[in-house]
Each structure stands twice: as structure tokens, then as C-alpha cells.
T-cell receptor, first 110, second 117 residues
Framework: QKEVEQDPGPLSVPEGAIVSLNCTYS??????FMWYRQYSRKGPELLMY????GNKEDGRFTAQVDKSSKYISLFIRDSQPSDSATYLC??????????FGQGTRLTINP | GAVVSQHPSWVICKSGTSVKIECRSL??????MFWYRQFPKQSLMLMAT?????????EQGVEKDKFLINHASLTLSTLTVTSAHPEDSSFYIC?????????????FGPGTRLTVL
């Protein structure tokens, strides 16, 4: 079983839709939870990070962490074509090592 | 701020040759850098953690004699793929970390696409 599971998609939605991306994990020691966006043939860029359980909002993006269920989510409101990318969840145990999910390929159709 | 560059951005080489990839933190000093490999439609897999002035720590299953890592300064780490073979063809991404509050944020380079013929 992988430490972090993420549905690779692809996911295609119309412009303006609410997008929900999710990951599950097995390591209860993870404390930091991140979402990265990666455009084709580019390095990942950090969108949001959350420490422990709870919600965090940044503009159109909301990250949720439920440690009791070992489940994290990223919501994108009013999705735009420019949001089309691969979204990677990642988790950190407390040191520096990041463990990534497989990534979900998202396409927002105009 | 917090820009990480990689050079080259892509490289094609013949089987059996060695290839060096550079990772630089342009506007900050990083005591720790990381090297990842990403195969098509797959996630980033950590290969090794590189600390300035000391030997790199390799993940299980990564051959340290094949993937040589040098972190000679606080702004430069290099990955050398020795005797490259077609199965080494991949997207190699480095990151450099900065301590921010309770955790160390990693800033990623743009990646280097290696194709071994």
C-alpha cells in the first residue's frame, strides 16, 4: 500500500465549476499537508500548506485536512482554464522529507 | 524570492555516457537540497537528500554509485548520472529548502528532462 493515494484522473470540468481533489494516506505521523500545482514539464509550485487538521482558505482555494480519517482535500471555486494543471498532494512527517501523491491531471474547459 | 534554477533544462545523451545536472538556489542559501525523479504521469519520487558539506542520503533502491550527488556550496548541488542507460530517462527535479516556522518549505526547480538513447 502506498503511503499516499491520489486518484490520477484525468478530471475534466467546465469553467466556473467547483473542483474537488482528494488524497488519502496511511502514515498517522504526517503533520504537514501540502498541495502543489505542476504545469507540464515544470517543477511543482506550492499552493497551500496546512498543519494538522482543519481548513485553510486562500482566494479561490480551500484546503481541508481530516486527520481522523487520514483524508485531505483541495477545493477550487470558480475554476478557470488557467487552473488546468496536475495537482499533487504531499505530506511531511515533521522532518523535511516530502511524500507525494501520484497527482491528478485537471482540465478546465472554457 | 526563493527561486531555484536547474541546468540544463533538457539533455539527450548516448547510452554509457555520464550527465551532470546543476541545481542552484538563486536568491537564498540552502543547507539542504533534494533530488527527485518523475516518470511520465507519475509522482515525484525522492532520490536523495543533499546537505552542504556532507555526503548525500539516498532513498532505498537508489544506487548511490550511479547517481552521484555533490553539494559543494550553500547555493549549488549537482547530480551526475553515471553510465546512463535508457531506463534512466526521466524528469529530474531538485528542490532547496528554507526553514519557515515549524517546517522546512521546499522550493522546486523547473526540472531537467533526460533522454538516454
Amino acid at each position: 500500500q502506498k503511503e499516499v493515494e491520489q486518484d490520477p484522473g484525468p478530471l475534466s470540468v467546465p469553467e466556473g465549476a467547483i473542483v474537488s481533489l482528494n488524497c488519502t494516506y496511511s502514515n498517522s505521523a504526517f503533520q504537514y499537508f501540502m498541495w502543489y500545482r505542476q504545469y507540464s514539464r515544470k517543477g511543482p509550485e506550492l499552493l497551500m500548506y496546512t498543519y494538522s487538521s482543519g481548513n485553510k482558505e486562500d482566494g479561490r482555494f480551500t484546503a481541508q485536512v481530516d486527520k481522523s480519517s487520514k483524508y485531505i482535500s483541495l477545493f477550487i471555486r470558480d475554476s478557470q482554464p488557467s487552473d488546468s494543471a496536475t495537482y499533487l498532494c504531499a505530506m511531511m512527517e515533521g522532518a523535511q522529507k516530502l511524500v507525494f501523491g501520484q497527482g491528478t491531471r485537471l482540465t478546465i474547459n472554457p | 524570492g526563493a527561486v531555484v534554477s536547474q541546468h540544463p533544462s533538457w539533455v539527450i545523451c548516448k547510452s554509457g555516457t555520464s550527465v551532470k545536472i546543476e541545481c542552484r538556489s538563486l536568491d537564498f542559501q540552502a543547507t539542504t537540497m533534494f533530488w527527485y525523479r518523475q516518470f511520465p504521469k507519475q509522482s515525484l519520487m525522492l532520490m536523495a537528500t543533499s546537505n552542504e558539506g556532507s555526503k548525500a542520503t539516498y532513498e532505498q533502491g537508489v544506487e548511490k554509485d550511479k547517481f552521484l550527488i555533490n553539494h559543494a556550496s550553500l547555493t549549488l548541488s549537482t547530480l551526475t548520472v553515471t553510465s546512463a542507460h535508457p531506463e534512466d530517462s526521466s524528469f529530474y527535479i531538485c528542490s532547496a529548502s528554507i526553514p519557515l516556522g515549524g517546517y522546512n518549505e521546499q522550493f522546486f526547480g523547473p526540472g531537467t528532462r533526460l533522454t538516454v538513447l
